[in-house]
Nanobody
């Protein structure tokens, strides 16, 4: 299993920015896929952005143009930089990573609240 710890959430006004961090317990080179997901109250967890094999990146439509996913392989960290935040971005943001068994491990989540 991969242990993941998120940080960087908080309260921000509409139009503001936040950068989330996710620290992984193992080398990112050994993780075939990892990304950011979010879950708003009363809704299912949804993709925000993720790294896939061969350097591919997926962004959800809601994230395109505003959010950027990045990683530092030497620090075993992944980031999500969020700009032009909207109240509808309010959610718990989770870092997820695919483990060697093919299933996904998750961090504890970090709350992002965007005030209007």
């Amino acid at each position: 299993q991969v242990q993941l710890v998120e940080s960087g959430g908080g309260l921000v006004q509409t139009g503001g920015s936040l950068t989330l961090s996710c620290n992984a317990s193992q080398s990112l080179f050994n993780i075939p896929a990892m990304g950011w997901y979010r879950q708003a109250p009363g809704k299912q967890r949804e993709l925000v952005a993720r790294f896939l094999r061969f350097g591919r990146i997926n962004y959800a439509d809601a994230a395109k143009g505003r959010f950027t996913i990045s990683r530092d392989n030497h620090k075993n960290e992944m980031y999500l930089t969020m700009n032009s935040l909207k109240p509808e971005d309010t959610a718990v943001y989770y870092c997820g990573a695919q483990n060697s068994e093919g299933s996904w491990d998750w961090g504890q989540g970090t709350q992002v609240t965007v005030s209007s």
